[in-house]
């Protein structure tokens, strides 16, 4: 069973979006990898956990390589909105960065199915495909990167190295995914505050 986070990706059909077949493909394709590893999964389990027949899948979706791009590319840019509109919530950046690494957080908490394949499948990405992932990827760690750099110019953080500082923050918020469970003691928004905290500790956070 997917994660509501995971789901919610991918809404139900309206006009514009996804049709609602490719949504259950993308799902059923979350859950598969999730549970065989992406090269253990075939097609055919993908197309039989949405209640489809493989032939019905190729007409969505030419391949498990374009299923697994499309749910990397969808988790990363969902990951990059919410980092942005963090950065653009206050003109502290100590403000700024609390919800960045809240939001950060939570969302991995939440979405710690998807979270799990976007971040350990990358290498299987097909290269054209893995090249949009990680400037994704570069613009999240820029944009955590610049938030630093406006503390640490204002006083507001104390840092021997802004990048490592940033990969460091990033890379805690990621790590979620790997460990977090529905049955963690903690809910996401509970474990994005107590976060928040300790990043905040670690860059020398003065206000």
Same mark, same amino acid.
């Given at each position: 069973?997917?994660?509501?986070?995971?789901?919610?990706?991918? =809404?139900?059909?309206?006009?514009?979006?996804?049709?609602?077949?490719?949504?259950?493909?993308?799902?059923?394709?979350?859950?598969?990898?999730?549970?065989?590893?992406?090269?253990?999964?075939?097609?055919?389990?993908?197309?039989?956990?949405?209640?489809?027949?493989?032939?019905?899948?190729?007409?969505?979706? =030419?391949?498990?390589?374009?299923?697994?791009?499309?749910?990397?590319?969808?988790?990363?840019?969902?990951?990059?909105?919410?980092?942005?509109?963090?950065?653009?919530?206050?003109?502290?950046?100590?403000?700024?960065?609390?919800?960045?690494?809240?939001?950060?957080?939570?969302?991995?908490?939440?979405?710690?199915?998807?979270?799990?394949?976007?971040?350990?499948?990358?290498?299987?990405?097909?290269?054209?495909?893995?090249?949009?992932?990680?400037?994704?990827?570069?613009?999240?760690?820029?944009?955590?990167?610049?938030?630093?750099?406006?503390?640490?110019?204002?006083?507001?953080?104390?840092?021997? !190295?802004?990048?490592?500082?940033?990969?460091?923050?990033?890379?805690?918020?990621? !790590?979620?995914?790997?460990?977090?469970?529905?049955?963690?003691?903690?809910?996401?928004?509970?474990?994005?505050?107590?976060?928040?905290?300790?990043?905040?500790?670690?860059?020398?956070?003065?206000?």
């Amino acid at each position: 069973m997917t994660d509501q986070a995971t789901a919610d990706l991918w =809404p139900g059909e309206r006009t514009g979006e996804r049709p609602e077949a490719a949504r259950r493909l993308l799902l059923a394709a979350v859950d598969s990898f999730a549970r065989r590893g992406y090269h253990a999964t075939t097609t055919r389990d993908i197309a039989t956990a949405a209640g489809m027949s493989p032939a019905a899948l190729y007409i969505h979706y =030419p391949s498990k390589a374009a299923l697994l791009s499309e749910i990397s590319r969808t988790g990363h840019q969902a990951t990059l909105n919410l980092v942005e509109h963090a950065a653009r919530s206050d003109s502290d950046p100590v403000a700024q960065m609390r919800l960045l690494v809240e939001d950060f957080t939570a969302w991995h908490a939440r979405g710690h199915t998807v979270g799990r394949i976007v971040n350990h499948e990358l290498h299987a990405l097909p290269d054209e495909d893995f090249e949009v992932v990680a400037e994704l990827r570069r613009r999240i760690e820029e944009t955590v990167k610049a938030v630093i750099d406006t503390g640490v110019a204002s006083g507001a953080f104390d840092v021997p !190295d802004v990048r490592t500082a940033a990969r460091a923050v990033t890379s805690l918020g990621i !790590d979620v995914s790997r460990w977090y469970t529905d049955r963690s003691s903690e809910t996401p928004e509970e474990l994005g505050r107590r976060y928040g905290i300790l990043v905040l500790r670690m860059l020398g956070a003065t206000g």
